[in-house]
């Protein structure tokens, strides 16, 4: 067998096989949905839940068959097979690219936006609130303490009302060592949030590129390896033979 003809049908087999996987992810997570409802059915009333989870099943069908015709299609070097794969290959290259590309542009755009949205969740703080909870977790999880740093919360309405206090989801060990008082910052995590959540979601984000751009370039390689077996394929059956042959 040709040496490109071998080399393009093992990149093929190995996309089929990515379709394959990805299809069966997508099944388990379409079916842990349902197992979890059926579960919970009784404080459930709206079927309507079960929706996403026939969307993600569905998927995972049709991606299962994808992998099918592109395996059938790489072994039988089938012409008609291989241009709908094709064109499979390439449409889920350009949702990958354009992935990239909000991607990148999201990231720039994340350390101009947190401060103003941090903001506006602290200054809700009661110690009741949503809010309360969405931002006690943030500083526990992040071991952070205000927007900017632990200085931040005296611009707060509940740090007035509580004797210039910070939350103890500021406070390093959460005893009763630890007052809250912004005058033992030892006690305290005095790194802001807003450095540490930017990072984090920097960090996230740069993974997420990095596995977007991964499955881009194999996606690449699979269409040209698609436009090898169709040329040699085709080269083969007309009999013409190329000049350096």
Same mark, same amino acid.
């Given at each position: 067998m040709d040496c490109g003809i071998f080399t393009s049908k093992t990149v093929l087999l190995f996309l089929s096989l990515v379709f394959w996987a990805a299809g069966v992810v997508l099944a388990y997570v379409g079916a842990h949905i349902i197992k979890s409802y059926d579960n919970f059915n009784s404080f459930i009333q709206d079927k309507?839940? &079960? /929706?996403?989870?026939?969307?993600?099943?569905?998927? *995972?069908?049709?991606?299962?068959?994808?992998? &099918? /015709?592109?395996?059938?299609?790489?072994?039988?070097? *089938?012409?008609v097979g291989l241009s709908f794969f094709f064109l499979i290959i390439m449409a889920i290259f350009a949702a990958e690219v354009a992935a990239l590309v909000f991607s990148f542009i999201y990231k720039g755009k994340i350390n101009a936006d947190l401060e103003r949205s941090m903001s506006e969740v602290f200054v809700h703080y009661d110690g009741q609130t949503t809010e309360t909870k969405a931002v006690d977790y943030l500083q526990t999880q992040l071991q952070c303490c205000g927007v900017m740093n632990y200085t931040s919360w005296s611009n707060t309405t509940w740090s007035n009302s509580h004797n210039n206090t910070v939350p103890l989801s500021c406070c390093k060990n959460r005893t009763s060592q630890c007052p809250g008082r912004m005058d033992h910052p030892d006690l305290l995590n005095t790194?802001?949030?807003?450095?540490k959540l930017g990072q984090l979601l920097q960090d996230v984000l740069s993974y997420a590129m990095l596995v977007i751009l991964g499955f881009a370039i194999i996606k690449f390689f699979g269409m040209l390896s698609v436009c090898v077996i169709t040329c040699k394929t085709g080269n083969r059956r007309s009999g013409y033979q190329p000049l350096y042959a």
């Open positions: 309507y839940t &079960l /929706v996403p989870a026939a969307i993600i099943i569905g998927i *995972s069908v049709v991606m299962f068959i994808f992998g &099918l /015709v592109g395996c059938c299609a790489t072994l039988r070097e *089938s012409k790194q802001g949030c807003e450095v």
